[in-house]
């Protein structure tokens, strides 16, 4: 398909976050399924929950809020555990509704280029909630460039354009694809079972158009560069759920935030930052291998004076516990002075097939979160950044035991959510792809300024 520029468009169409705000009084509370922690990128001040049980969904219930998160992790998991992870959630969410008397629908929070478990996740909403009259896919990130545009799904920079079939992470070793267009990625997701032909499109130019009318499919696709975009899409797909339709979503972290009626909002002021963390310095724990964050780790070494304690892959493959305790016991000496880093070795290992791969990845992530918990365990640093989803996911449950939390908005534009957990540290979520390689630094900057004020 080859990269393009941006054409000529039709004028955005705005629409308000405050008309989906009063849209949504007496619609059904989201419950948001994401895959790895970083769907929150976009929202603040939604509760998050890493553990799914009936009083933890009846806490988050009880907030009274228009959506909540549920960290199911599923990226990391094989299918038929990802399918019986996302069974259980939607259950226990739908017996802790109906105790409480109220109404939920379903969303599943995917990557925004495409990564992940699809349509395996809709499918298993489906046969528990009952058929939907269409599945909404709509995978844009506004923020950080992710858009779809006459039905293609794009890397933006600026003006140009890249298919994300053409991007790095269409290569993964897990989740790769050959299509942009997403009727036909639907298609080579779902080997055939839903062909193109079954998925319709809402395109630029009736978005800004409006009204907004939804086409009959099984599979619906929507265009959205910016947020306005999506907020129209929402009304229409609020209006027509009013009228009895019924859908579950496929989506990126842009469409979260249209569909509860939060703005575009700048990142945690400083006074606010200095309020959330603590005093001292922080820890960064770094999983991903996608080059945009090893150039990241190096532009913040770069920048500042800090420790650096890597972890050898090939020897937490060998189950090497020296060489994890000797890690551990470095970081915990350090961190009393400065900034410390918890990374693992740079070249990616991967395995001879899709399951063998994300066994490496899982095995990997525990060796960084057994570390990260004995350091956590030892003095709590100010903060926590976990970097990479899969981390970020593992950091949160098994190092710090994060069950329920707030995510308290960004600390750059759109980008990198910062989550209060009822107890523990601070973390910052922190995704793989996204940012330029000066993001992490500029992060870590912050984070250190509130921390040592």
């Known amino acids: 398909m080859g990269a393009g520029r941006l054409a000529a468009l039709p004028p955005v169409r705005a ?16 419950v948001v399924l994401d895959d790895d ?3 929150t990128q976009t929202v603040r001040d939604l509760p998050v929950l890493t553990r799914w049980s009936a009083d933890d969904v009846g806490w988050a219930l009880a907030q009274g809020t228009p959506a909540f998160f549920v960290l199911t992790n599923t ?15 939607v259950r226990t969410c ?37 058929e939907p009259d269409a599945v909404i896919l709509a995978p844009a990130y506004t923020d950080a460039g992710r858009v779809t545009l006459d039905g293609v799904h794009w890397l933006r920079d600026g003006d140009e354009l890249t298919p994300v079939a053409e991007s790095e992470f269409a290569a993964d070793a ?29 395109r ?22 910016v947020d306005d975009d999506l907020r129209a899409a929402v009304l229409a797909i609020l209006a027509a759920e009013r009228a009895g339709a019924r859908f579950v979503h496929r989506v990126g972290p842009s469409f979260v935030r249209a569909r509860v009626g939060q703005p575009e909002q700048p990142p945690i002021p400083d006074a606010e930052l200095r309020d959330a963390v603590g005093r001292g310095h922080g820890l960064v724990v770094a999983g991903s291998h996608v ?14 004076d800090l420790a650096r304690v890597e972890l050898d892959v090939q020897r937490v493959l060998e189950e090497d516990a020296d060489h994890l305790e000797q890690a551990a016991a470095h970081l915990e000496h350090e961190l009393g002075t400065r900034t410390a880093v918890l990374a693992t070795s740079r070249t990616l290992v991967t395995g001879r097939d899709e399951a063998e791969s994300l066994d490496i990845a899982r095995r990997v992530s525990a060796a960084l979160t057994g570390v990260t918990a004995r350091v956590v365990a030892a003095g709590p640093p100010a903060w926590v950044l976990a970097k990479g989803g899969i981390t970020s996911s593992d950091v949160a449950t098994a190092a710090l035991r994060a069950d329920r939390a707030w995510v308290r908005g960004s600390l750059l534009p759109g980008i990198v959510s910062l989550w209060a957990p009822t107890s523990g540290p601070p973390l910052v979520v922190f995704a793989g792809n996204v940012g330029d390689d000066d993001a992490l630094a500029d992060v870590v900057d912050r984070l250190e300024a509130a921390a040592c004020a």
């Open 15 to 30: 629409v308000p976050h405050e008309r989906v705000a009063e849209a949504l009084a007496g619609t059904p509370t989201l």
């Open 37 to 39: 922690p970083t769907g």
């Open 75 to 89: 990226r990391s998991l094989a299918p038929g555990d990802a399918a019986a992870r996302d069974r259980e959630v």
């Open 94 to 130: 739908l017996e802790a509704a109906r105790r409480a008397g109220v109404e939920v629908a379903f969303a599943s929070r995917g990557d925004s280029t495409l990564r992940g478990h699809f349509p395996l996740e809709t499918d298993v909403i489906a046969e528990e909630t009952g």
């Open 174 to 202: 897990t989740f790769g694809y050959r299509s942009s267009r997403l009727a036909d990625w639907v298609a080579e997701k779902s080997d055939g079972a839903i062909p193109a032909g079954d998925v319709a499109e809402v």
């Open 204 to 225: 630029i130019d009736a978005l800004r158009a409006g009204p907004v009318r939804l086409p009959d499919a099984r599979v619906i696709v929507l265009d959205a560069l």
């Open 291 to 304: 080059g945009r964050t090893s150039r990241q780790l190096e532009r913040l070494a770069d920048r500042r």
